[in-house]
């Protein structure tokens, strides 16, 4: 015997049910030597309780896929535990890669203001908790510290004011939305004096890069030069390169910086030598500089094109213009 096939039954419509039931009906009361008035008298009471049943189902029918729907639409307790429970995993995470970011970015004993939670993840991640300033629910400024870790918290307190009237710039920033993270250097003038000092700075940086790239013994690529004559170099990086190049040829590969979600001058660059002894002695002058022109790492490296340099970086927040620290 062949396989059997099983099909499933689709339910007949109400209609259908209706037409069939009637002509069952008819076929029952035939006979008998009824009059046909009176059948369809009959008849139609018939298929004026079907019409009725029919329209009892299809009511019940709709309300009940009505009510399905609507409690499908409401979050469940289970969703918004998801939700809330996923919301503070992102949270967590903003805090443990800016407490990282400070920790290895940020210039060792800068005081810096943070929210509770924030403080002890930047102890944990080995920032001395004398340079920590927890902030209170009755701190009124942020004045009196270099830096300021923006979480949610920091910024429900201080408002608007908080990058309008004392931390213009943000140094690094982590997440996004409501959750993100903003390490933002406070000015100690203010805004408004920061800002007016912007453009002159940004102008001091571009002629010092364009007197760098006269110099004989400086090599520039073409992306270093771009960075050079944008104003877009640390002022710390403008006046040790020259200082660099009067001791030994000297090539600019590249310029750069750790600071995601920020538009601040680079602190970092890759120099090469025309000799592999040529990086030893950078390394040694590097070592030789007064600690405010002496970058907090400097090292070998091997690029991923075999060619091997000096990687330089500089702390945060750094120097805006030529003033010093």
């Known amino acids: 015997m062949g396989e059997q096939q099983y099909s499933r039954r689709l339910e007949p419509s109400w209609p259908a049910v209706a037409a069939t039931t009637f002509r069952l009906w008819l076929q029952r009361h035939n006979g008998g030597g009824r009059r046909l008035a009176s059948r369809r008298r ?22 009940t896929e009505h009510g399905t729907q609507s409690a499908a639409a409401r979050p469940s307790n289970a969703a918004q535990s998801t939700a809330s429970s996923s919301q503070l995993q992102i949270a967590q995470a903003n805090r443990y890669q800016a407490a990282a970011w400070i920790a290895a970015q940020v ?52 408002g608007p004011r908080l990058a309008s009237v004392y931390a213009p710039l943000v140094l690094a920033q982590f997440g996004t939305g409501a959750e993100r993270i903003e390490i933002r250097y406070i000015a100690p003038d203010g805004t408004t004096s920061f800002d007016s000092s912007l453009a002159p700075d940004r102008a001091a940086r571009i002629a010092a890069g364009e007197q760098l790239l006269t110099n004989k013994r400086v090599q520039a690529s073409a992306a270093a030069r771009s960075a050079l004559l944008a104003g877009y170099v640390d002022p710390r990086l403008l006046i040790t390169l020259p200082a660099l190049a009067h001791e030994m040829p000297v090539r600019l590969v590249t310029f750069d910086d750790s600071s995601p ?15 592999p002894a040529g990086l030893s002695a950078i390394l040694a002058f590097l070592a030789a500089q007064q600690a405010e022109y002496r970058p907090s790492l400097f090292k070998k490296a091997e690029l991923a094109d075999g060619q091997w340099v000096v990687t330089i970086q500089y702390d945060a927040p750094g120097w805006m213009g030529f003033k010093g620290p």
């Open 261 to 275: 979600g920020a538009a601040v001058p680079l602190r970092g660059a890759e120099l090469s030598a025309s000799a």
């Open 107 to 158: 210039l060792p004993g800068t005081d810096i203001e943070c929210d509770t939670l924030m403080c002890a993840a930047l102890q944990a991640a080995g920032v001395s908790a004398g340079n920590l300033l927890v902030m209170q629910t009755t701190t009124q400024d942020p004045l009196g510290v270099n830096v300021i870790v923006a979480t949610p918290a920091v910024r429900n307190q201080f």
């Open 42 to 63: 009959r008849g139609l009471l018939v298929l004026s309780a079907i019409a009725a049943m029919a329209l009892g189902a299809l009511v019940t029918l709709v309300f």
